[in-house]
């Protein structure tokens, strides 16, 4: 009897049946979250042509933001005679809006951190190159060689919110300027309460939330020898952005391709080796400025410094069409064709 008892009470347990609360009262089913409505702005700013998709933002917000990069770009503009980068290269003591000093000190943070792979002073190497024009040319080694003389991050002088560049040097953000630009719009839309957008300043991708369905936005790493991609990566909140020897670039008179990243210690095209570095990582300006410095330094020493450094992540394509990513990007990155190999935090 006392078996049977034990039996019956195991049972109505099991049924749920023994509970002794009252069953919780039917709650209303949860008010569906409003549809939010994709709108976009498109427009041309820092010689790029620039697209933000934001989804839940009307015509204002969007147009302010537009509004905003112009500013910046009147402010960093080489080609503007009045900007404060061209007054500064001028010759000008400049007393600096509060955009351009925090852009100019992260940039001299990025030009020390990579020991010079970055410098914003080699302007006139640039120019004598004709990137700035695209009136292309080989400068002769003399000419290189002289112009490297005032090139030199180091010796740009900032004091307060005062700057100087001695004689004959000029500096020029170019290399951080529109990863900056994407930080500055995705802050904006974020204030506004955006949870979901994604902006293409002329290739560097930088992205808010993930998708308005909750999944990662995906985004494709170009394939350099072809209208392509080698590879998507799955990516939420973070800016994407490469540099590459496809982008912009010349094959002078004696068949070699020359492209537009500089090694400053040269002067000359960077040749290490690789042809492409996508940076993935929480701010534009320094993904930015890493795409570029890393490409100089070839897949060594770019290795090297994620492994010393960390904070992002990377993609990187050598010259005869290796793809490798850091280990961090092992389950974002899907390679398309090419296979990866996949670069640890330990040599
Ligand atoms: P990005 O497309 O961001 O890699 O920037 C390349 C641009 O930065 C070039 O068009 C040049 O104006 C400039 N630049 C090229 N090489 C360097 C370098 N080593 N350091 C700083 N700026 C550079
Ligand atoms: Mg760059």
Redesign the pocket.
Request: aromatic residues 4%.
């Given at each position: 009897m006392k078996k049977i008892a034990l039996c019956l009470a195991v049972l109505l347990l099991l049924c749920g049946c023994g509970r002794t609360e009252p069953e919780p009262a039917a709650t209303p089913d949860p008010e569906p979250a409003p549809v939010q409505e994709e709108n976009s702005i498109s427009f041309l700013a820092m010689d790029t042509y620039m697209t933000v998709r934001a989804w839940g933002a009307d015509d204002d917000q969007l147009g302010a933001v537009r509004d905003a990069v112009y500013e910046l770009d009147e402010l960093l503009s080489v080609t503007a005679e009045t900007s404060e980068i061209a007054r500064l290269n001028a010759g000008d003591t400049v007393t600096l809006s509060e955009q351009t000093r925090t852009l100019l000190e992260k940039a001299l943070q990025l030009c020390e951190k990579t020991d010079g792979?970055?410098?914003?002073s080699?302007y006139p190497v640039?120019k004598a190159w004709g990137?700035t024009t695209s009136e292309y040319r080989i400068p002769h080694e003399t000419e290189i060689n002289e112009l490297l003389q005032n090139v030199g991050f180091r010796r740009i002088g900032l004091s307060g919110s005062g700057a100087i560049l001695p004689e004959g040097m000029e500096i020029?953000l170019?290399?951080i300027a529109k990863g900056y630009a994407g930080d500055l719009i995705a802050s904006m839309l974020r204030e506004d309460g955006v949870t979901s957008a994604i902006l293409d300043l002329g290739g560097n991708i930088h992205t808010v939330g993930a998708k308005p369905d909750g999944s990662p936005w995906r985004v494709g790493v170009r394939d350099p020898q072809s209208d392509g991609y080698l590879g998507v990566l799955s990516v939420e909140d973070k800016a994407v952005v490469t540099?590459g020897g496809y982008?912009?670039y010349f094959v002078g008179e004696d068949g070699e391709t020359y492209w537009?990243?500089?090694d400053?210690s040269t002067g000359y095209p960077a040749k290490n080796g690789l042809i492409s570095v996508t940076i993935v990582g929480d701010e534009g300006a320094v993904c930015?400025g890493l795409?570029?410095?890393l490409f100089?330094m070839g897949l060594d020493k770019a290795t090297d410094y994620w492994r010393q450094n960390g904070g992002f992540e990377a993609v990187f394509i050598t010259d005869d069409g290796q793809v490798y990513v850091t280990a961090g990007l092992q389950d974002t990155y899907e390679p398309r064709g090419a296979a990866c190999r996949v670069i640890g935090s330990k040599s």
């Open positions: 792979a970055l410098d914003i080699l640039v990137f020029d170019g290399s540099s982008i912009r537009h990243i500089i400053p930015d795409s570029t410095s100089v």
